[in-house]
């Protein structure tokens, strides 16, 4: 019995710690995309070298990420005239939905469409909402699955962190 406990506690720490490094993203160059944003032109990840961006991938039919989206536009209006970014990238099939949801949310951060799922592939998104933080090199260095109240906590140390390099 002591065993199989112990081997359903390990099977359940790896799943969990899978989540976080299946994407091996953490550590390698930001893969460079252009997508269509709700401001109507296309903007390009390789545009904001030198700048902190955070990239947070969500759909309209996910609740943490409607949940996540107020607290990201507060971070995004606080540390955006200090060299931070958030590109919101939806992956909805109909930018409309996505429209009326960021209008409804009063969100100011740019969201980029991403209908075809080829950026989402890109960053290997499985799951949503996906949030990446990479760094003014380039450099991805931080990727979190999912999102819980209290996550932006740990958002906000990051982005502090990588604004202080």
């Keep these: 019995m002591h065993v199989r406990n112990s081997l359903l506690g390990l099977i359940a720490s790896l799943f969990a710690m899978s989540s976080l490094a299946s994407s091996g993203m953490e550590g390698q160059p930001a893969p460079d995309f252009a997508l269509r944003s709700s401001l109507g032109?296309?903007?390009?990840?390789?545009?904001?070298?030198?700048?902190?961006?955070?990239?947070?991938?969500?759909?309209?039919?996910?609740?943490?990420?409607?949940?996540?989206?107020?607290?990201?536009?507060?971070?995004?209006?606080?540390?955006?005239?200090?060299?931070?970014n958030l590109l919101g990238v939806n992956i909805d099939d109909d930018s409309r939905r996505a429209m009326a949801m960021i209008k409804d949310l009063g969100v100011n951060f740019p969201v980029l469409f991403d209908a075809d799922k080829m950026v989402s592939k890109l960053y290997d998104v499985e799951a949503m909402p996906v949030t990446i933080l990479v760094d003014r090199q380039g450099t991805v260095r931080y990727v979190h699955n999912g999102y819980k109240p209290g996550y932006e906590e740990k958002y906000l140390d990051q982005i502090r962190a990588l604004l202080r390099e």
């Design 41 to 84: 032109e296309n903007l390009r990840l390789s545009e904001y070298r030198g700048d902190v961006v955070m990239i947070n991938f969500w759909a309209t039919w996910c609740g943490p990420c409607r949940q996540e989206m107020p607290l990201l536009d507060e971070l995004y209006s606080r540390y955006q005239r200090v060299g931070f």
